[in-house]
């Protein structure tokens, strides 16, 4: 495997199912983000996570709930959806450069996870 | 509140017309600037990242420019090729939190 790879690629869920999205990234990165996709809507940024810690919560409802274990892997669990949360949910990494300067470079995408909610 | 706007938000070319996508940001207090690819159903492809201190960046027959002061980028194709037929996606980086804003995509179709 190379790059940032997503899985399952298409999920269908009901609205009371509990499911969870994986994203691992073979790069070497140290910082792994979340983005949700919707139709005619701009990218939009979910979490941040830098060396496993969270630096970015964009005001995510609380049905979201991110974890990451490790730098190479990133989850989003799902639980008790709504309708409107159908979309392509992209994870990304990148290198950061340790130390007080904490410089993101160019962001690696995944090729997403497209997320039905019935 | 950073917002990013590109226009057109679609173009539609004959194959080998060289072509310019427009970018602007309404705060000029970027960290970077980064242009992406997204083929339909797939994820981003990044094509050029240039960041703050820098005013243009090559790579084959891409070319991107950063007018940091006037809040613009464009990203240049020449000879456009069928291939290229995608959504072009710029997003800018507004801080050193890792966090990106993104315009709304221009989609892009060459024509043979």
């Known amino acids: 495997e190379t790059g940032v790879t997503q899985t399952p690629r298409h999920l269908v869920m009901g609205m009371t199912n509990k499911k969870s999205l994986k994203c691992e990234q073979h790069?070497?990165?140290?910082?792994m983000y979340w983005y949700k996709q919707s139709a005619k809507k701009p990218l939009e940024l979910m979490f941040v996570?830098?060396?496993?810690?969270?630096?970015e919560n964009n005001s995510v409802p609380s049905r979201f709930s991110p974890e990451c274990p490790n730098s190479s892997h990133l989850f989003l669990h799902l639980h008790t959806l709504q309708p409107e949360d159908s979309a392509l949910y992209l994870c990304?990494?990148?290198?950061?450069?340790?130390?007080?300067?904490?410089?993101?470079?160019?962001?690696?995408f995944g090729p997403g996870t497209r997320l039905t909610v019935l | 509140k950073q917002e990013v706007t590109q226009i057109p938000a679609a173009l539609s070319v004959p194959e080998g017309e060289n072509l310019v996508l427009n970018c602007s940001f309404t705060?000029?207090?970027?960290?970077?600037l980064q242009w992406f690819r997204q083929d339909p159903g797939k994820g981003l492809t990044s094509l050029l990242l240039?960041?703050?201190?820098?005013r243009e960046q090559t790579s084959g027959r891409l070319n991107a420019s950063l007018d940091k002061s006037s809040g613009r980028s464009t990203l240049y194709i020449a000879a456009s090729q069928p291939g290229d037929s995608a959504t072009y996606l710029c997003?800018?980086?507004?801080?050193?939190?890792?966090?990106?804003?993104f315009g709304q995509g221009t989609t892009l179709q060459v024509k043979p």
């Open positions: 990304a990494s990148s290198q950061t450069l340790a130390g007080a300067e904490r410089a993101y470079n160019e962001q690696f």
């Open positions: 790069l070497g990165h140290n910082a």
């Open positions: 996570y830098n060396f496993k810690e969270q630096t």
């Open positions: 705060d000029s207090a970027i960290y970077n």
């Open positions: 240039i960041q703050s201190s820098q």
């Open positions: 997003a800018v980086g507004s801080s050193n939190t890792g966090k990106l804003i």
